[in-house]
């Protein structure tokens, strides 16, 4: 007897869009609060964890909420997608925490400009770059990825900044300043030279202690 020869499913990307704009609509009924955002689900339990504005992984919920909104033109999700995004609007005009600005704001109001060509959007874009922008060293020529730890290190990056330059770059071209462009690639230039080794792998972390000529 000849085996019995395998069903072969076919992909579908549009199924799998679909099935998870369902899913994410779901995760939505559970957000009580335009200022709250689903982070992860953390071990042993089912309900999502919430964080808030200030939360480096913010712009993440917005963005996925803008893609379901792409995908099913679905105007309940476009609303939550709206509601969301405009909650991070003072990460983009308050001063510069750390170096996530482009991950809260150009996953929710990149998408969000992206898909509607709201120009209230593209301002706070601009006004995000040139916060984030603050935290350029001209000195070193890289960006500073955490504030809070200038006392241990005079300037410090990681290997996650390349993914704020998107905005960077983004600004640059769209009414921003060239020095924006500028500053992005000196950023991508030095995490190149300095984290990236030899055989490719890359060290998270690069710090510099600047001394100073009264420390000798």
Known sequence: MLPKKKEV??????K??????????????????????????????????MVGVRDWCSGFWPGVLWYAYEQSNDSELKESAMKSTEALKPIAYSPAENHDIGF??????????????????KKVLLAAADTLATLYNPKVGSIL??????????????????MNL???FWA?????????????ESHAQLTMDYLVREDGSMFHLGTLLIVKPESF
């Open 172 to 184: 640059a071209k769209n009414g921003g300043s060239k020095d924006l462009y500028d500053l992005s």
């Open 166 to 168: 998107e905005l960077l």
């Open 9 to 14: 499913v076919q992909f579908s990307a549009e």
């Open 16 to 49: 799998v869009l679909d099935e998870n704009v369902k899913k994410i609509k779901e995760v939505q009924e559970t957000v009580k609060s335009v200022d709250q955002f689903p982070r992860n689900i953390p071990k042993g339990q089912t309900n999502w964890e």
């Open 104 to 121: 809260m704001l150009y996953c929710s109001y990149g998408n969000g400009y992206r898909l509607t060509g709201n120009e209230d959007y």
């Open 145 to 162: 990825s955490w504030p809070i730890k200038k006392s241990e290190f005079d300037h410090n990056t990681i290997v996650d900044n390349m």
